[in-house]
């Protein structure tokens, strides 16, 4: 009874990632790639996802403090962050740093920090939220003792 229960929990939150557009349907394609062989596929990506975007997010705002940061370098930097969080569906981080990306074309340093700022907010609000699920998802696929 307890496993259709975490099994309700752990559809419910997936749900809640769709229906608040935290992620997309580059998700939903991942899920599909997850089989017996490779059960935890999802969240291996987002592992790499979550180390690689922190590095990148890092940068950029390294990258801010200083003068000597081109707008052109810039834009390299939140290109590669948004080509990785597309490819998971990351969805609410994707829009930010598009948004941050269209002020960054004119030229707008705060505008571009302020958006930098955002999308920190939104990457790291996807965080909170996948990692629990990742966890209750896996602690639900460990074979139970009788």
């Known amino acids: 009874m307890e496993s259709k229960h975490v099994n309700q929990q752990i559809a419910a939150m997936r749900q809640s990632f769709f229906d608040e557009e935290v992620l997309d349907e580059f998700f939903s ?3 599909q790639l997850e089989d017996q062989n490779n059960p935890n596929f999802v969240e291996e990506v987002f592992t790499m996802y979550f180390r690689d975007s922190t590095t990148l997010l890092e940068t ?3 990258a801010m403090k200083t003068i000597s940061i081109t707008l052109a370098k810039m834009d390299k930097i939140l290109h590669q962050l948004k080509g990785s969080s597309a490819s998971v569906g ?3 981080v994707l829009n930010e740093i598009n948004k ?3 002020v960054l074309e004119k030229g707008n340093l705060e ?3 302020a958006g930098i700022w ?3 907010k939104k990457y790291g609000s996807l965080k909170a ?3 629990p699920y990742f966890q209750l998802k896996q602690a639900n696929s460990v074979p139970q003792e009788k």
């Open 29 to 31: 394609q991942l899920e």
């Open 60 to 62: 950029v705002e390294q």
């Open 90 to 92: 990351a969805n609410k």
């Open 100 to 102: 941050t990306r269209q």
């Open 111 to 113: 505008g571009t920090k």
């Open 118 to 120: 955002e999308m920190r």
């Open 129 to 131: 939220k996948l990692e």
